[in-house]
């Protein structure tokens, strides 16, 4: 059936200059829905998070969190221990061992953040953040 057009080459073509659509009284999803896409043709589908993703080139996303205080030794070489998960899509953070597992191969993007304070006349606060990329071939980091 064809709106606007006379030749139309879906079961429903719209044709307009502009926004052809309005839909109103939708309602908020669920993770399972699938999310609407539109390609150059104007020919609406849907994708799964997952296509979105694999599309993208988004590998998986993981937060932990450490809510209290760590000492180091003198001179640094310590290890960061994290008590607290808020999220781990691919379930690749193991919070026993601290070890960071991909899996899959691909260039990955983390992001490190800590507040430090060094302890001494005085306390000297620092925040460092620092964002690398590592190219993962097979294995843990």
């Known amino acids: 059936m064809g709106v606007g057009t006379t030749t139309p080459t879906n079961k ?16 908020s999803g669920d993770v399972t829905d699938r999310i609407v896409s ?3 043709a104007g020919v609406m589908r849907t994708l799964t998070v997952d296509q979105i993703k694999n599309q993208l080139g988004i590998l998986g996303a993981f ?3 450490q809510s209290g205080s760590q ?11 994290y008590n607290a998960e808020a999220f781990d ?3 690749e953070f193991n919070l026993v061992t601290d070890i960071f597992t991909a ?6 993007q983390m992001e490190f953040s800590e507040t430090l304070a060094a302890i001494g006349g005085s306390v000297d606060l620092h925040y460092i953040s620092k964002k690398v990329q ?6 843990r980091i």
């Open 103 to 108: 899996s899959s191969t691909g260039v990955w």
């Open 71 to 81: 000492t180091f030794p003198n001179g640094g070489g310590g290890v960061a221990v």
């Open 38 to 40: 539109v390609d150059a």
């Open 63 to 65: 937060r932990v969190t």
């Open 12 to 27: 429903l073509h719209i044709s307009t200059i502009t926004n052809p659509l309005r839909i109103e009284g939708l309602q």
């Open 89 to 91: 899509e691919n379930n």
């Open 134 to 139: 590592i190219t993962v071939l097979a294995g």
